[in-house]
């Protein structure tokens, strides 16, 4: 089982970035996927999951009303748009799949993780 995320990069405060997590978990459409975020000193933690079929979606409150997730199974892909971007918004950003709980994923138990892509927000 492979995760892998991309799109990261560096973008100036309020900019926007799409971050894409593609996944070879089958079925795909099958597991609930889910975004962190880990910033330099700081521990790992929940930004966005989204559920099996894309009809649920669940938010941090520091993201909330800026980041948007999607997916489409038949890409086997989930998406991350971060649109008005902070400096605290800058870390890692890892992607990770649970098949039976997306609620499980908002307390970082996930089944699978993705290596990160960085996503730095310059002020």
Known sequence: ??????GGGLVQTGGSLRLSCS???QPFSDYAIAWFRQAPGKEREFVAAI??????????????GRFTISR???????YLQMNSLKPEDTAVYYCG??????????ILRVQYWGQGTLVTVSS
Not at 51 to 64: H, I, L, M, P, R
Request: aromatic fraction near 4%; hydrophobic fraction near 40%; avoid cysteine.
């Open 1 to 6: 089982v492979q995760l892998q995320a991309s």
């Open 23 to 25: 996944a070879s978990v």
């Open 51 to 64: 559920s099996w079929g894309g009809g649920n979606a669940d938010y941090a409150d520091s993201v909330k």
């Open 72 to 78: 489409v199974n038949a890409k086997n892909t989930v």
């Open 97 to 106: 799949a649970h098949r039976d709980s997306m609620a499980e994923m908002r």
